[in-house]
């Protein structure tokens, strides 16, 4: 049948077969059948067989062939004497199991000899490399990797995480907030300095940070450096006047990592704490190598372009019902990277985009739980992060004051919520916006509700603010 290649080994589990979590990578996916293969295969296959028997072994071949074309199978059966490495192919093939025949979804076993335990790039080479590719399969997700023990130990993990970052700002509790100006591009260096003054000075000055946005590099009219110095000395008199640490997500995302590792020292030579890096765009090697060789800094990890590999519209998107394309989930996503030690990520917000499943809240599980269960209803492994630091996780995307009391609410207190629009939009300006989520931020940790402060305090910044945009995230179109 085309595309099947699981014929020189069996690569399906006895029935009952568990991996032992601690010699085995696992991962969970599901697939669709591609409707050639299915009229293909009633060919090949004896006519007896009945349309559930055709479907079941369908499942089975392409699940198995998963299995073999991303562990030590091939679409043929080759030579197998003396030194042929067939006898360890066969030793350390990855095993399918847990098969699901109603919801075409599997688990696959992978010994942890296949790997390279801290190379992140092999090992997706290996795991996802090949298999979006498979003809007889027309739609494919991976919901998650479950890492053993011995990979995760591989790893530094974040320098700082969630406490660390604490300790740099000061901030026993509660959440941080950031804004990225908007608009995203359009403001020069010394502009984008003027801005950060506002930010970190308006109202109680308590308002901590500033990113840029994704697609602020070293621009002609906005140089990196002098923004990079500008900005900071603004947070450095800030601090000084207000008493409260400020930070600074500057974005130092550039195709050459040295290039990068060059603008992270300037970030530390002007006083700095985070740099910014677009993960997805600069890739894994990247990370790695920014983690393993960056000067002191917490890592920002941005995740633009993501939604290319995340996002997927289909019913079968967490599960149940069909899926359409190919695509691996942002919990798989959020897991690479917390492992390859970033200290924070954009993890998505709950009733924003597509993530009212609540995708958003068990990333941050993801993200900063110690012994990760299952979720119980998105297909989920669970895992144990040893000694790997909880990491923060940034819910942006559309909010905006109105969101803080649900946000806060779904995913804790170690929270980086990003206004851009939602503080630069508000109808009585910037400073009004400041104002505004500083009161939605202490009302939260007052345990004041939303509604009744609002009631009680109409000509407040925050009161305008709800006005403008009521509840619930303005959702990016
Ligand atoms: C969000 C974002 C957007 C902001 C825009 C960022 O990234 O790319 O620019 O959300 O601000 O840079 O933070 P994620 P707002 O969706 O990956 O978090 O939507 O508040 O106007
Ligand atoms: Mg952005």
Redesign the pocket.
């Known amino acids: 049948m085309k595309g099947k290649i699981a014929v020189q080994f069996d690569y399906i589990a006895k029935k009952g077969w568990k991996p032992d979590k601690k010699n085995y990578l696992v991962t969970l996916l599901k697939v669709e059948l591609d409707k050639e293969a299915v009229k293909e295969a009633r060919y090949s296959h004896s006519k007896k067989f009945s349309e559930k028997k055709l479907r079941n072994t369908l499942f089975e071949e392409a699940a198995a062939t998963v299995a073999a074309e991303s562990s030590t199978g091939t679409w043929t059966k080759v030579y197998d004497g003396k030194d042929s490495g067939i006898p360890l192919a066969h030793k350390l093939r990855a095993l399918v199991f847990d098969l699901d025949y109603k919801k075409n979804m599997f688990k696959i076993a992978y010994p942890i000899e296949l790997f390279e335990l801290n190379n992140v790039s092999g090992l997706l080479a290996g795991i996802v490399g090949n298999i979006a590719g498979m003809k007889m399969v027309s739609a494919m997700r991976v919901y998650d990797v479950y890492f053993p023990e011995r990979m995760v130990k591989a790893f530094p993990g974040p320098r700082f995480g969630v406490l660390g970052v604490r300790k740099l700002l000061n901030k026993k509790k509660g959440c941080l907030v950031c804004t990225?100006p908007?608009p995203?591009i359009g403001r020069t260096d010394k502009e984008q300095a003027e801005l950060a003054q506002i930010l970190f000075n308006s109202g109680n000055g308590t308002y901590e940070g500033i990113?840029d946005?994704?697609n602020l590099t070293h621009l002609k009219f906005n140089d990196f450096y002098k923004r990079c110095k500008w900005v900071l000395e603004k947070a450095r008199e800030a601090e000084k006047r207000t008493g409260n640490k400020k930070f600074y997500l500057c974005n130092t995302t550039h195709s050459d990592i040295n290039e990068m590792l060059k603008r992270a020292k300037s970030i530390k030579d002007n006083g700095g704490i985070f740099m910014m890096m677009d993960v997805v765009t600069t890739g894994f090697s990247a990370v790695d190598t920014v983690r393993r060789n960056n000067p002191g800094l917490a890592i920002h990890a941005?995740?633009?372009m993501?939604g290319f590999l995340t996002r997927d519209n289909s019913p079968g998107i967490h599960g149940e019902g069909k899926l359409y394309g190919f695509s691996v989930s942002m919990i798989f996503l959020a897991k690479l990277f917390r492992l390859m030690g970033v200290d924070s990520l954009?993890g998505?917000s709950p009733l924003a985009k597509m993530e009212d499943y609540g995708e958003a809240e068990y990333i941050q599980k993801v993200l900063q739980g110690k012994n990760v269960k299952p979720h119980f209803k998105i297909p989920t492994l669970g895992q144990d992060w040893h000694h790997i630091k909880p990491v923060w996780m940034?819910a942006?995307?559309?909010?905006h004051p109105g969101d803080f009391e649900a946000i806060l609410d779904k995913l804790g207190e170690d929270i980086i919520l990003?206004?851009?629009?939602?503080l630069l939009g508000h109808p009585d300006g910037i400073e009004a916006g400041v104002i505004a989520i500083e009161e939605a931020r202490e009302i939260y940790e007052k345990k004041i509700p939303v509604k009744k402060f609002v009631e009680e305090n109409k000509e407040s910044a925050l009161a305008k603010a709800i006005e403008h945009w009521g509840y619930g995230p303005k959702i990016?179109y």
């Not at 990003?418 to 939602?422: E, K, M, T």
């Open positions: 990225v908007k995203k990113k946005d994704e941005h995740r633009a993501h954009h998505g940034v942006s995307g559309g909010l990003q206004c851009g629009g939602g990016v």
